[in-house]
């Protein structure tokens, strides 16, 4: 039976049935979805069952669809090891574990079981329990969230910051209320900007132009296009999935000669580059230059949490009116204490950060040496393209099953169809034995699956 036939069956018991705030529901759903509940407003009946019937159809359809694109996704059910990254233990579905070399985790530095990290931690959970006990409105700042927004604001030399639960969530209530606060404001966004700044851009309810990626002259042009209104420019400095850089300098004097804001998300970044771990704007002598800087504390400090740096206005107007700030419970003490202590290390050792860079480039000499097809990237992304998604899991399963590395492939929607790849983040503890392991499994693997 299809939907039409569960609809058609429903709507027979029930033939006066029909609500338009069902067929609002469905309007919110994905388009070729919508036709059924117009047609008969299945949904609103007092047959259940048959309701629940068409709703579960639509789920299971969903899904199916993505598996026939070949973009349904499995999690594999990994548990990292505290002390020995970047090994971790790899539970199969028939409950036996294997231990495995993760290769693609973004904890980049391996900061999440830093000794100083990891005591910071504990230390404040047993000083202040595990949660924040609820949102900022209520629970007030806990003094370890204080002191995290203070060591923030220093490593980008702005006046203030301010900590959202997630880096996501730190774009898309920014962007979106930056946006909404300034009138008429147009929005000049990257081609290659993530979801979340996307969604933030489109929360904003603000006019927006695209421009072609890392597109100094196209940007130019649509600056001078949109004339004296307010504009803000929001783009990333590390792309994540292609390792490029922004050229955050040009930005900032175009942005300056048609007096436009800048939003710069460096969260692939910070921790990673410049002398304090301040990102790309702070390697290139920019970050005053910048208006709003946003990171995660996810990635290179290796906890959860995301932030803007700006100045005190800018953080206090997205405090008072975001959405996603106000209405929701705080970052727990142990967290940001944990978030703290990794950003404060940082700021002092550069030891991580060089041999981080020393075992990328090792990484990306291995693989191109022996023939496999790595993007040329200046970063520590090393993206191995595959071109098929099919292929691309394929050779994530192999590696899995037959050579204990895990790499998750990375498939459409989030790289281009056609551009499929491993995307391989080596990080300063994976040695020169790991990477002659890598090398040898990745070459294993691509005459297996005879891939090009
Ligand atoms: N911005 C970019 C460019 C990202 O790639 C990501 C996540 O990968 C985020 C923001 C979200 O950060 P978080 O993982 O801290 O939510």
């Given amino acids: 039976m299809d939907d039409l ?26 388009p070729e979805q919508r036709a059924l509940t117009t047609l008969n407003g299945t949904f609103a009946t007092d047959d259940n069952n048959c309701a629940v019937q068409a709703y579960e159809r639509h789920f299971h359809d969903s899904l199916e669809r993505l598996h026939g694109e070949q973009r349904y996704r499995v999690f594999a059910d990994i548990e990292r090891i505290s002390g020995r990254f970047p090994a971790a ?31 910071a931690l504990t230390a404040t959970a047993h000083r202040c329990g595990a949660g924040a006990g609820g949102t900022r409105n209520i629970a007030g700042n806990s003094s370890p969230l204080v002191d995290l927004e203070g060591e923030l604001a220093d490593l980008h030399g702005k006046e203030a910051s301010l900590v959202f639960t997630s880096g996501y969530v730190s774009n898309q209530a920014s962007i ?21 700044i996307i969604e933030g851009v489109r929360q904003s309810g603000c006019e927006k132009r695209i421009f072609r990626h ?29 390792g490029d850089v922004a050229p955050i300098g040009g930005i900032c004097d175009l942005a300056d000669r048609y007096g436009a804001m800048t939003y710069l998300d460096e969260v692939h970044a910070v921790g990673l580059y410049g002398a304090h771990g301040g990102g790309i704007s702070e390697r290139d002598g920019v970050m005053h230059r910048v208006t709003v800087i946003e990171g995660t504390l996810a990635k290179g400090f290796g906890c959860i949490g995301g932030y803007i740096s700006a100045s005190r206005s800018v953080c206090d107007a997205v405090r008072s009116f975001a959405p996603g700030f106000i209405f929701t419970t705080a970052l727990p003490p142990p967290i ?44 520590h992304i090393v993206p191995v393209i595959v071109g098929d998604a099919e292929l691309c899991k394929a050779a994530a399963d192999r590696l899995l099953e037959r050579h204990a590395i895990y790499i998750q492939p990375i498939n459409y929607p989030t790289v281009p169809r056609g551009t499929e790849r491993l995307r391989i983040t080596p990080s300063p503890y994976h040695g020169d034995a790991h990477i002659a392991e890598l090398t040898a499994a990745l070459a294993e ?5 005879s891939l090009a």
């Fill in 5 to 30: 036939d569960v609809s058609a069956k429903c709507q027979a018991s029930h033939p006066t049935r029909g609500s338009v705030g069902n067929r609002q529901l469905c309007a919110d759903i994905v």
């Fill in 89 to 119: 233990k790899w539970r199969r579905s028939d409950g036996t574990v294997t231990e495995i070399t993760v290769w693609c985790s973004n904890d980049y530095l391996g900061m999440g079981q830093h000794p100083e990290v990891v005591s």
């Fill in 176 to 196: 979106s209320t930056i946006g909404k606060l300034i009138p008429e404001c147009v929005v000049l966004s990257d081609a290659f900007n993530h979801n979340s």
């Fill in 214 to 242: 890392n597109d100094l002259g196209h940007l130019e042009a649509l600056l001078r296009e949109a004339g004296d209104r307010p504009k803000l420019v929001v783009f990333e400095s590390v792309y994540s999935m292609d």
């Fill in 336 to 379: 940001a204490a944990a978030a703290r202590a990794s950003v404060r290390y940082l700021k002092h050792s550069s030891a991580e950060r060089e041999a981080h860079q020393r075992q990328a480039a090792a990484t990306k000499r291995a693989l191109l040496a022996a023939g496999l097809p790595v993007l040329p990237t200046e970063t």
């Fill in 445 to 449: 693997t691509w005459d297996t699956l």
